[in-house]
C-alpha cells in the first residue's frame, strides 16, 4: 500500500447512501470510521430525475459548489476521511463535480458503477459500464477522471459472479486505479472470501462491503484479504456501528 492508502488498511468505511449520505449525516453515523462517502449524487439537466431532490442537481459549479465545501467541512466531524461520489450521463459534469469536490477538500473521490437507475443504465453507465461491451466507455472514464483530478479515486461496483464486473478490475487496474470499493452481496461468506482471493491475488487494494453488520463478520473480511470493510444498511440503524467496529479491527 502506498502512503495515500494506508489510511483506510483495516478500516470501516461508511459507505455511499443516496438519499442519507450528506455531511451531518456522515459526521454521525461514520463517526469512528476511516472514511466516510458522501453521495451518491446525480448531476443532470433533466427536472425528473428519479432520485431523492437533496442529492440531484443541475450541472454547473453555481448548483453544487457551495453545497459540496459545506457538506465536505461537515463530515469532517466523524473524524474519518472524506470521499465524495458521483454519477452523470456526462462525463464533463462528472470531472467537473469531481473537481469541485476536490476543491472542498475530499481527501478520495468516487464513480458509482453502481447504479441500475435506467438513466444510466441505457446509456451504456452505471452497472453496465462493467459489461464487456462497454469497457472502452469505462476506460475512458476512469482516465478522464485520473488524468482531470488529484485525489485518490475509487470506483464503486458490485460483483455478484458470473459477470463481467471482476475482469472489469483489471481494466481498471491496467489504466491506473488501485482502490476498489466491491460490494460482493455476501462479504463474510463463501462468494466473499473467493472475491477477495482472486483479486488480492492481483495485488488489488480493497474496501469490501455487502451485509456486514457485526464486528466478527469485519474481522472475518479483513481476515480473508480485504484492505477495509465497508458498511452502509447497517449503519442506518445504529449512528455508534461504524465507530464501534472500526475500534475493533486489528492495528487501528
Ligand atoms: C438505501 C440505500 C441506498 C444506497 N445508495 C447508494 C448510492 O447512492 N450509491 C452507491 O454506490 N451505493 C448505494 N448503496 C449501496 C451501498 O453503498 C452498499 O454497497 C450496499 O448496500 C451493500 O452494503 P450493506 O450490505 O452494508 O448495505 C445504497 C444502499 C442502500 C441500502
Known amino acids: 500500500m502506498n502512503d495515500s492508502v494506508d489510511p483506510l488498511k483495516n478500516g470501516v468505511v461508511l459507505a455511499e447512501i443516496g438519499s442519507h449520505s450528506n455531511g451531518p449525516w456522515c459526521a454521525k453515523y461514520g463517526a469512528g ?6 453521495g451518491t ?3 443532470d439537466a433533466r427536472d425528473d430525475v428519479p432520485y431523492p431532490p437533496d442529492f440531484v442537481f443541475k450541472p ?4 453544487y459548489g457551495d453545497y459540496l465545501n459545506e457538506h465536505v467541512v461537515a463530515a469532517r466531524d466523524s473524524g474519518a476521511a472524506v470521499g465524495v461520489s458521483v454519477i ?4 464533463d459534469d462528472t470531472i467537473d463535480f469531481l473537481l469541485a469536490a476536490q476543491q472542498a477538500g475530499a481527501d478520495y473521490l468516487s464513480l458509482c458503477i453502481h447504479s441500475s437507475m435506467e438513466m444510466f443504465v441505457s446509456e451504456g453507465l452505471g452497472v ?12 475512458e472514464q476512469v482516465t478522464t477522471i485520473l488524468e482531470a483530478t488529484d485525489r485518490l479515486f475509487i470506483p464503486k461496483f458490485g460483483v455478484s459472479g458470473g459477470d463481467d464486473a471482476e475482469e472489469a478490475v483489471e481494466v481498471m487496474a491496467a489504466v491506473g486505479v488501485s482502490i476498489f470499493h466491491i460490494n ?6 463463501e462468494h466473499g472470501s473467493q472475491v477477495i482471493n482472486r483479486l488480492r491475488r492481483r495485488g488489488r487494494v480493497l474496501i469490501i462491503g455487502g451485509g456486514i453488520r457485526t464486528s466478527q463478520q469485519a474481522c ?3 481476515a480473508a484479504g480485504a484492505d477495509a470493510v465497508a458498511i ?10 461504524c465507530g464501534r467496529i472500526q475500534a475493533t479491527l486489528p492495528g487501528r
Open 232 to 241: 452502509a444498511s447497517a449503519a442506518m440503524d445504529d449512528p455508534n456501528l
Open 220 to 222: 472475518e473480511v479483513i
Open 41 to 43: 449524487f446525480i448531476v
Open 88 to 91: 452523470s450521463v456526462n462525463l
Open 33 to 38: 470510521s476511516a472514511l466516510v462517502v458522501l
Open 184 to 189: 460482493v452481496g455476501d462479504a463474510a461468506g
Open 128 to 139: 453496465a459500464l462493467l459489461q464487456r461491451e462497454n469497457w472502452p466507455k469505462l476506460e
Open 60 to 63: 454547473g459549479r453555481e448548483n
